[in-house]
């Protein structure tokens, strides 16, 4: 694959959040796509306590090297003291639909 991409991974605790990032992503073309999934539902400690929460997780389709921007941009927006916000490189992908991911996010490096 001649171009690569990446999906970034982060969750937030309202629709109203998950939806401020993913426009900003957009207005800004860090990102090609952003799909946000409700109703997903956490498990983790935090700060001593076992914690069980109800979030939307956000999945970001990018160009590879575009983790630094979305990053900044995510933690700009981002409700939580400590977001998740992970990485993952696809190694393939259908082919126009990662053209497609170029395309969209070449306005603004």
Same mark, same amino acid.
């Given at each position: 694959m001649s171009k690569s991409v990446q999906l970034i991974l982060t969750a937030t605790s309202t629709l109203k959040n998950a939806r401020e990032i993913a426009r900003l992503l957009l207005e800004e073309s860090a990102a090609a796509c952003v799909s946000i999934l409700p109703d997903c539902e956490s498990?983790? $400690?935090?700060?001593?306590?076992?914690? !069980?929460?109800? $979030?939307?997780?956000?999945? &970001?389709?990018?160009?590879?090297? /575009?983790? !630094? !921007? &979305?990053?900044?941009? &995510?933690?700009? #927006?981002?409700?939580?003291?400590?977001? $998740? &916000?992970?990485?993952? /490189?696809? *190694? $393939?992908g259908h082919e126009p639909y990662v053209k497609w991911i170029? *395309?969209?996010? #070449?306005?603004?490096?």
């Open positions: 498990h983790y $400690e935090w700060r001593g306590k076992k914690t !069980r929460a109800r $979030e939307y997780q956000l999945l &970001i389709k990018a160009r590879l090297g /575009s983790f !630094r !921007r &979305i990053k900044s941009l &995510i933690l700009k #927006a981002h409700v939580y003291d400590l977001p $998740e &916000i992970l990485c993952l /490189s696809a *190694d $393939e170029w *395309d969209q996010t #070449a306005g603004k490096k």
